[in-house]
C-alpha cells in the first residue's frame, strides 16, 4: 500500500471516494452527496491541485491502482488562526478497515502539521462514530467540545465531538 499526497490527475479517484464515503457513511460527513455529484471534473482536478500544495493537503492510501483512504487538511483562512490546521474528510472504504490504514493516513496528516509549524489540529466527529472516536483519540487527539445537533438528515440530528491534536511546544 502507498500512501502519498493528491495530485492533479487524481481528480477521478477522489471523486469515486468521496461519492462513496457520502454513501456508506452519510452520518459522518457534513457535505451533501448532491453537493458533490454536481462538481464538474475540472472542479475535481482544481480540490486536487488546491490541496497539493503546503498549507493544505489530502493524503491518500493506494491499494490495487485505486484510492482506498483519504483524510485532507486544511489551513484555517483567517491569519490569526493560521496555527491551526482542520482535518476533514476521513474515510477509508470498509474493506480496508481494520488493517491500520486509518492511523497511517492521520500519521502523515499530523507529520504533514508538524512540518508547516502548526500548533495544532481540529476536527469534529458524529458522536455515534465510536471507531472512528477510537481512532483519533489513539493518535493523539482529545474533546473539547460536544456540539448537540451539529448534523441534521433527513430531520434526525446528530451531536459531534469536536476534538484538537495538540503539537507539543517548540
Known amino acids: 500500500m502507498q500512501f502519498r499526497r493528491i495530485c492533479a490527475t487524481d481528480g477521478p479517484a477522489l471523486r469515486e471516494i468521496r461519492l462513496r ?4 457513511d452519510n452520518t459522518a460527513f457534513g457535505i451533501h452527496r448532491d453537493q458533490l455529484q454536481a462538481l464538474t471534473d ?16 489530502i493524503v491518500v492510501a493506494v491499494a490495487e491502482s485505486r484510492i482506498v483512504g483519504m483524510v485532507g487538511c486544511m489551513h484555517d483562512p483567517s491569519p490569526k488562526r493560521h496555527h491551526c490546521g482542520i482535518v476533514w474528510g476521513m474515510y477509508v472504504v ?13 500519521d502523515a ?25 477510537e481512532l483519533y483519540r489513539a493518535v493523539g487527539f482529545s474533546t473539547y467540545a460536544e456540539e448537540p445537533a451539529f448534523l441534521c438528515i433527513d430531520g434526525i440530528t446528530y451531536d459531534a465531538y469536536h476534538m484538537m491534536y495538540m503539537y507539543p511546544r517548540k
Open 42 to 57: 475540472a472542479a475535481w482536478t482544481d480540490l486536487c491541485l488546491a490541496n497539493a500544495h503546503e498549507a493544505s493537503t
Open 109 to 133: 496528516i499530523i507529520n504533514h502539521g508538524s512540518s508547516i509549524n502548526y500548533m495544532m489540529l481540529k476536527l469534529s466527529v458524529t458522536t455515534h462514530a465510536g471507531e472512528a472516536l
Open 94 to 106: 470498509p474493506e480496508y478497515r481494520g488493517f491500520g490504514v486509518g492511523r497511517r493516513l492521520l
Open 21 to 24: 464515503s457520502t454513501t456508506t
